[in-house]
């Protein structure tokens, strides 16, 4: 419990600084992948799986872990890679993910590195696929690859499902005014566009926290009043340049921006982001995804506006 503490702790004191902490790993040959540390609850030996009929492809089987089923899903095939699922061994990276737990069957896991998010950009256009990366850094001059592990999970998934709102909103209340959105998932941010869509809400969309706030900025000195349009900013916290946590901290600090209302949207979750969210200055915190739930805290800002 001890250490478990001492990694909360350590792990809270990076809010608001930029830095994150990748778990990295093999699937085939040298080329190192990485996943955020945030997400991983522990990693395994590959245990025996016990194997489903009619499972998604890149689903190798399921795992029993202290009376928990959960299922393991092969991440080189995931990504249109050779699939390591016919190959000995291996380990399992167990994950939480948009409120649900599974694990990764990867070759071999290497180490955890801390970056900086300054120093991750996004992937090439050119990478064969990089459609299942959120981003590249380096380490020792070699390309880390970061898995967009949210696009993995929609395609198995089908975290894309039909959208039935049961909010109900006064259209008076969404006339002329939008919400922020800022992610650099192309998944999250259907899923948050298609939610705006059914409140009748505009929206202008961010790849990253960097990009976000040079817009924010731009729109405080040379268009105020698209600031008092803007419902609130709906921020993932995982993004190149510059993280969700930093993107918080700059707004508070920032004298024309500090009142913006934040919420940090993330596929993160678990007991260190109370604190974190505290200590970047965050308006609230909401773990991807539920349509309902994210619809029903806009409607709620939406209501503390029209009532101030």
């Known amino acids: 419990m001890a250490g478990l503490l001492d990694g909360i702790d350590l792990r809270t004191k990076l809010a608001g600084q930029n830095r994150l902490e990748l778990l990295l790993f093999f699937l085939h040959g040298r080329q190192r992948f990485g996943i955020n540390v945030f997400k991983v609850q522990e990693v395994i030996t590959r245990p025996a799986l016990t ?24 991440l080189s095939s995931a990504i249109s890679m050779a699939p390591l699922s016919s190959e000995p061994g291996g380990h399992v990276v167990i994950t939480e993910y948009n409120r649900s737990v599974q694990g990764f ?20 256009d050119a990478m064969g696929h990089s459609n299942y990366l959120t981003a590249i850094t380096e380490l020792d001059d070699e390309m880390i690859e970061l898995i967009d592990v949210e696009m ?13 709102l049961q909010t109900e909103l006064d259209s008076n209340l969404t006339a002329g005014r939008f919400v922020l959105v800022v992610d650099d998932s192309s998944v999250a941010r259907s899923q948050v566009t298609r939610t705006l869509n059914e409140l009748g809400l505009e929206h202008v969309v961010c790849k990253n926290g960097r990009e976000a706030y040079e817009l924010l900025c731009d729109w405080a000195d040379n268009q105020p009043a698209r600031l008092q349009d803007m419902v609130m900013v709906i921020s993932d916290i995982e993004m190149p340049e510059m993280d969700g946590y930093t993107l918080t901290s700059r707004i508070r600090q920032h004298e024309k921006l500090k009142t913006s209302y934040v919420l940090l949207h993330t596929s993160l979750s678990g007991v260190f982001n109370e604190s974190l969210v505290k200590k970047v200055g965050a308006n609230g915190f909401l773990s991807k995804f ?8 806009v409607v709620e800002r939406l209501s503390q506006q029209a009532c101030p």
């Open 105 to 124: 069957l990867v070759r071999a896991v290497d180490r955890i590195i801390n970056v900086n998010w300054g120093q991750v950009h996004p992937p090439p």
């Open 290 to 297: 539920s349509f309902d739930e994210l619809a029903a805290l």
């Open 51 to 74: 194997h489903l009929p009619n499972a998604h492809p890149v689903v190798c089987g399921v795992a029993t872990m202290r009376g928990k089923t959960i299922p393991v899903i092969d």
């Open 152 to 164: 993995v999970l929609s395609e198995i998934g089908g975290m894309l499902e039909p959208v039935a």
